[in-house]
């Protein structure tokens, strides 16, 4: 018998860790090469492991809904076996072992195997989106007790610089005055919930999100500057290469890369926007990398990134659009398709609306709002004489970290990208 190991690959730079969410294979099932074997989530998206041996999967170590850390094996495939045994597998071969490195917070003395509790605190710390270290031991008992981020930011920690370690975690448990986040969310529903109402539970991906723009919010003083663009010519040139573009090409161009090509060039002269904080540090970003914010089925939002964006004409960004927002519409994003965002571009417009006032990305310091493209009576100047004309109006707006991004700034970046749209070559080919 030939055994391979199935590990936890590697699922993009900063993430160490994943949670098993459901097994599509059980022991004693033949297994073809590519055939997806379990489903993980991360912090940043939802995807398949894939087999890359073809056997009869034997064992598996992971029970749905624990927390394993990258390069731990979770499943052995026999390559030898090509036929599906007449004996059913036995009882072990169907028992998963549970995560052995989440302790039990209930008992007055937490059990954590040594040898596993040890690899776990020796592993590389990972930092929260507010910038606090937290080692994958800490994070998987808060992630157990229903500790949200903004919660576990608030724990003075005994470690070396201030580090939350887990007996300081444990000792808050044991002191926590309220209950945990799904008690006390049910205390508030019914605080707050009248008769006839329904009180629906956020999913993970919705809990991520809310914590996420709580902590944004909390972490960035934010502003944001507004600014109109004509975008008639625009209009005009995509309405006459459409449907010759659809023809040639097998999928539509939308507005949105057009956007990216202008706003790529824009992060580049403005490269302050194009940028994250550290402390007093200020990071100035090599890559202009644009995330875009796409609808998933469940209703939930997603960025992925376009990579690079400045060093691809118009037609590689129409390609990196549509393959990217398809893929999210069937929950078919990797990991590394939403890591390494420098930048990022929500669109109002989708939903028509006139604009908004976006919350950053975190640990980016801006990022542009787009709203939905209008007509509208609108005076130019022209050689005899200002004139009302209708024109397409569509209008931006971008908020920004104020420790960072000042006012000036932000109206001169604003400003750019107006000129470069505005500007735009109608007798460019695609």
């Keep these: 018998m030939a055994n391979f190991e199935i590990i936890l690959p590697k699922l993009g730079e900063s993430i160490i860790e994943a949670t098993i969410t459901r097994w599509l294979k059980k022991p004693g099932d033949l297994i073809e090469e590519d055939d997806p074997i379990v489903e993980i989530a991360t912090d940043k998206v939802d995807s398949e492991i894939p087999s890359p041996v073809e056997g009869r999967l034997i064992k598996i170590f992971f029970n749905e809904g624990d927390i394993v850390p990258v390069g731990k094996v979770i499943a052995i495939i026999d390559t030898e076996a090509r036929e599906i045994p007449k004996e059913a597998p036995s009882k072990e071969q169907h028992v998963a072992v549970a995560s052995p490195y989440i302790p039990d917070i209930k008992s007055s003395s937490p059990a954590i195997p040594v040898v596993e509790a040890a690899k776990a605190e020796d592993a590389e710390a990972i930092n929260s989106p507010s910038g606090k270290f937290y080692s994958p031991l800490v994070k998987s008992i808060a992630n157990k007790e229903q500790v949200t981020s903004v919660e576990l930011d608030t724990i003075n920690g005994s470690g070396k610089e201030g580090r939350v370690t887990k007996e300081d975690l444990l000792e808050y448990l044991k002191s926590r005055k309220t209950a945990p986040a799904s008690k006390t969310s049910a205390a508030s529903a019914a605080t707050f919930s009248n008769v006839g109402d329904t009180i629906v539970e956020m999913d993970r991906m919705r809990k991520m999100i809310a914590d996420h723009m709580v902590m944004s919010k909390n972490v960035s003083p934010h502003v944001t500057s507004y600014i109109e663009v004509d975008m008639t010519p625009i209009v005009q040139w995509r309405d006459k290469i459409k449907d010759s573009f659809l023809l040639r090409e097998n999928q539509k161009i939308t507005y949105t890369p057009i956007i990216v090509e202008a706003t790529a060039q824009a992060l580049r002269e403005f490269p302050n926007v194009n940028a994250s904080v550290d402390g007093y540090k200020i990071i100035q970003r090599k890559n202009v990398n644009i995330g875009m914010a796409a609808a998933l089925p469940s209703g939930n939002l997603i960025v992925p990134v376009i990579k690079n964006a400045d060093q691809k004409n118009l037609l590689g960004l129409v390609n990196d659009v549509n393959n990217l927002a398809d893929r999210a519409r069937r929950n078919k994003l990797d990991p590394d398709d939403v890591m390494g965002g420098t930048?990022?571009?929500?669109?109002?417009?989708?939903?028509?609306?006139?604009?908004?006032?976006?919350?950053?990305?975190?640990?980016?310091?801006?990022?542009?709002?787009?709203?939905?493209?209008?007509?509208?009576?609108?005076?130019?100047?022209?050689?005899?004489?200002?004139?009302?004309?209708?024109?397409?109006?569509?209008?931006?707006?971008?908020?920004?970290?104020?420790?960072?991004?000042?006012?000036?700034?932000?109206?001169?970046?604003?400003?750019?990208?107006?000129?470069?749209?505005?500007?735009?070559?109608?007798?460019?080919?695609?």
């Design 343 to 430: 930048f990022t571009i929500t669109n109002f417009g989708t939903f028509n609306s006139l604009t908004g006032s976006p919350i950053i990305n975190q640990p980016q310091v801006a990022i542009l709002g787009v709203g939905v493209i209008k007509k509208r009576p609108v005076v130019i100047e022209t050689a005899t004489g200002d004139a009302i004309a209708i024109r397409h109006i569509m209008i931006l707006s971008l908020s920004y970290d104020h420790r960072v991004v000042d006012g000036s700034l932000g109206g001169m970046f604003l400003k750019r990208l107006t000129e470069l749209l505005e500007n735009f070559d109608i007798s460019r080919s695609i």
